[in-house]
């Protein structure tokens, strides 16, 4: 079988090169051959990262906690969850197992998952109570809540550099292997940093990810009434800004070790661009989805009890729960809660008591 790099080599060698958003694409879910797509285990001990739900039970509960708040606040009754991008299935298992022990919504919830990679590792008992969907033109109308965890960091982006004026990277391919060209900016990004105010200083990069406004639709679409929650690395776009040099915030992660060279391992590696929320903010208010606050993933569970939850668990030892606090400190910090809400008025959200960043 042909391999993914020979693949793109040649598309690039046909069609001249590529965009970054393409290149990305192809590299992460090239159908059979993609990181994502091939069938082949990609997080956890024996793959290249963590997530937080693959690492612990945490922020699963935390979530499954949130929802019961977002339950009360339309009227406790029938409520979906729809998660984006489930990955092998833990988060939903998690937020199921503890809503089975400790709340009613268990009984008025239908969860729906969506996810590019063909199996999912969903506990036994929840198999009947989890529905598998495609897309969203296979679920129905809801009110409840869309969820996602590090979904929007794998949508395929794509890179712009500020270098004597604005320019996007393409890929191109040589004799010494892939490569990046600077070519003058097209309309269609021109016009996307325009519309978003996206200010790129001298010698600075970004990414900008045009497959955002497609999704916030699709789930605009679906959500009658209800919340979007999403949980993902990334900052509003002026912090992003100020913290990067022309290589942006591309990160790729290879057997639990992270590089900045997206042509290393095509397929065998995971490539992620932080997400952009002033950007995600601006998308959803167009189309109907209001900003409801924005956090870091540590304030959102400490807001939800995530210090007496640790302290009060007999089963924790000393060692487990420095294990907790050492992923608190490192992981939650860098990730951030983004909500939206849609058909409900001011509603006051838990997990942002702590909130104090607008995100413009
Ligand atoms: C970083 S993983 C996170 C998985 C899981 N949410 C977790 O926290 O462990 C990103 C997941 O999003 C999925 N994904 C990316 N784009 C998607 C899309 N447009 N629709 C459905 N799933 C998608 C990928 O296949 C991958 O499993």
């Avoid at 990305?24 to 739900?53: H, Q």
């Avoid at 189309?287 to 569970?301: A, C, H, K, R």
């Amino acid at each position: 079988m042909k391999k993914l790099a020979t693949i793109i080599q040649e598309k690039i060698k046909s069609q001249g090169p590529m965009s970054f958003r393409d290149f990305m694409g192809m590299a992460l879910y090239y159908p059979g051959l993609g990181y994502y797509t091939s069938g082949k285990e990609r997080i956890g001990k024996a793959g290249d990262y963590f997530t937080s739900p693959t690492a612990n039970n945490l922020l699963g509960e935390s979530i499954a906690k949130q929802l019961v708040e977002m339950w009360e606040i339309l009227g406790k009754e029938e409520f979906a969850v729809v998660e984006y991008g489930a990955g092998d299935g833990s988060l939903s298992s998690q937020i199921l197992s503890w809503l089975k022990d400790n709340s009613r919504l268990y009984h008025h919830i239908s969860y729906y998952i969506i996810e590019k990679r063909s199996s999912t590792d969903i506990k036994k008992e929840f198999i009947h109570k989890i529905i598998r969907a495609d897309d969203v033109s296979q679920i129905p109308p809801i009110v409840g809540c869309i969820l996602s965890n590090e979904l929007i960091d794998n949508f395929p982006v794509h890179r712009i550099i500020n270098q004597n004026g604005l320019h996007e990277l393409r890929v191109s391919y040589t004799e010494d292997g892939f490569t990046e060209v600077a070519v003058p900016l097209g309309n269609d990004l021109k016009n996307h940093i325009e519309k978003f105010g996206i200010e790129i200083p001298q010698y600075s990069g970004t990414e900008i990810c045009t497959e955002m406004a497609p999704w916030l639709n699709e789930i605009n679409h679906i959500l009658k009434k209800g919340f979007v929650l999403t949980i993902d690395y990334g900052d509003s776009g002026e912090r992003l800004i100020q913290n990067c040099d022309t290589n942006g915030t591309i990160h790729c992660y290879h057997k639990h070790h992270v590089n900045r060279n997206p042509f290393a391992n095509i397929g065998d590696q995971d490539i992620t661009a932080d997400v952009n929320f002033s950007t995600l903010a601006a998308m959803g208010k167009a189309v109907g989805l209001e900003y409801t606050g924005f956090t870091t993933q540590s304030e959102f569970m400490i807001a939800l009890g995530l210090n007496s939850r640790i302290n009060h668990d007999e089963q924790m030892d000393e060692i487990k729960v420095n294990t907790m606090l050492d992923f608190m400190v490192n992981m939650s910090r860098k990730l951030k809660v983004f909500i939206q809400h849609k058909a409900v008025n001011h509603p006051m959200i838990s997990g942002l008591l702590f909130a104090r960043r607008a995100v413009a």
